[in-house]
């Protein structure tokens, strides 16, 4: 049996009690995320699928499905953080990761007993490979194409190798071919909706013309999962494309903050416990408290303070001319990535006119495999 956590809060308790370092969720702010999503989303076509490798709870997935807007289900990163979804009730998981290590494609496979999976695939040795192992354990596993459209990682290279692997994967028993996918990262970050528009239309257009061309074989192509947060108003606009992979929106980070649409949500407590000399002082909250994988966090309501580094346990503050802190003082971090942050976290804590009002567990923190 679970034994209860003593550091989990009571409902109610004021935030100023808290124990530092804590992670929190603004809930006004997660309210609003949500709200315009589900809004945008309501009336469209495409719809949003929820990216779960940011947030990492079936809590939280669930409410944004409740929200509205949403093709009813998550995507995930990993096998496991997709084994956390399917036994917290998510009824549709999608993997935008290959799988091709053979002890999570059966891991894979018997989650396609328990619920709708989708799982990206970028070649026929592993679409081979995702067949066998769905023919031995009696499972039908749902396959997307995925389509290399500038983050020059995983997916086809071009429009011939994808339609050959449409093929592939339609004449392979235990598969369902269902559509293809891509994932794009914004080369020069803009809240202007008119360089959003442009960009986006030129990197998911690669995606639409391997559609055509698979479609041209008489193959049916059902999804075109695209986009992301940066052009959540841009792909929900393209005629073709059917769901929308939104992920850093609902918490969001600093590298985040030209998309003014969304409040920042996901923030890190933490308590100044030193001052030692002047200009200088010292929080409870380091690396492992809020991650650096794109740098320094930023002070949260305070243009007075600025994260010069952080140790494990510690973070040191630059205090601006006439700023002002002392021992004892509480400070929000927001982060600079939020994935590699909430990863360190048992439980969000949500907070809402200054006090606890929900806590939810990060079921899928550490989950790498």
Not at 93 to 99: D, H
Not at 253 to 264: H, K, L, W
Request: charged share 20%; with cysteine; aromatic share 4%.
């Amino acid at each position: 049996m679970k034994l209860q956590n003593p550091l989990s809060p009571k409902i109610g308790t004021a935030i100023n009690d808290l124990d530092t370092p804590c992670l929190i969720l603004d809930m006004d702010a997660v309210d609003h995320n949500m709200g315009v999503m589900s809004d945008y989303y309501q009336d469209k076509d495409a719809k949003l699928r929820g990216h779960s490798k940011n947030h990492k709870s079936p809590a939280i997935a669930h409410r944004q499905i409740n929200k509205g807007g949403t093709i009813g289900g998550v995507c995930a990163a990993k096998v496991s953080e997709a084994e956390v979804m399917v036994h917290g009730g998510i009824s549709s998981v999608f993997i935008t990761s290959e799988i091709v290590d053979a002890s999570k494609i059966e891991r894979l496979c018997n989650l396609a007993s328990q619920s709708q999976i989708l799982v990206a695939c970028e070649n026929a040795v592993n679409a081979q490979n995702l067949s066998q192992a769905a023919t031995r354990q009696g499972v039908n596993l749902g396959v997307v194409i995925e389509v290399e459209t500038g983050l020059t990682r995983c997916g086809i290279q071009d429009i011939n190798q994808g339609i050959e692997l449409a093929k592939e994967i339609t004449s392979l028993p235990g598969l369902d071919f269902q559509g293809i996918m891509s994932h794009q990262m914004m080369e020069r970050p803009s809240s202007a909706k008119e360089d959003r528009v442009i960009e986006g239309r030129q990197l998911i257009q690669k995606i639409l013309d391997t559609k055509s061309a698979i479609e041209s074989e008489g193959i049916s192509v059902d999804i075109v999962s695209t986009g992301e947060t940066w052009s959540y108003d841009v792909a929900g606009e393209i005629p073709g494309v059917t769901e929308v992979q939104g992920g850093s929106y609902l918490i969001m980070e600093t590298s985040y903050d030209y998309m003014t649409d969304f409040q920042f949500a996901g923030k890190i407590l933490t308590t100044i416990i030193s001052t030692p000399r002047d200009g200088v002082a010292v929080g409870d909250a380091g690396i492992k408290a809020v991650g650096s994988l794109k740098g320094m966090p930023q002070v949260d309501n305070r243009t007075d303070l600025i994260v010069e580094a952080m140790e494990a346990n510690r973070a040191l503050y630059k205090i601006e001319e006439g700023g002002q802190v002392q021992i004892g003082d509480q400070l929000l971090l927001i982060p600079a990535q939020q994935d590699a942050m909430v990863s360190r976290w048992d439980r969000f804590v949500g907070i809402r006119n200054g006090k606890v009002e929900t806590v939810w567990e990060i079921s899928a923190r550490g989950c790498h495999n």
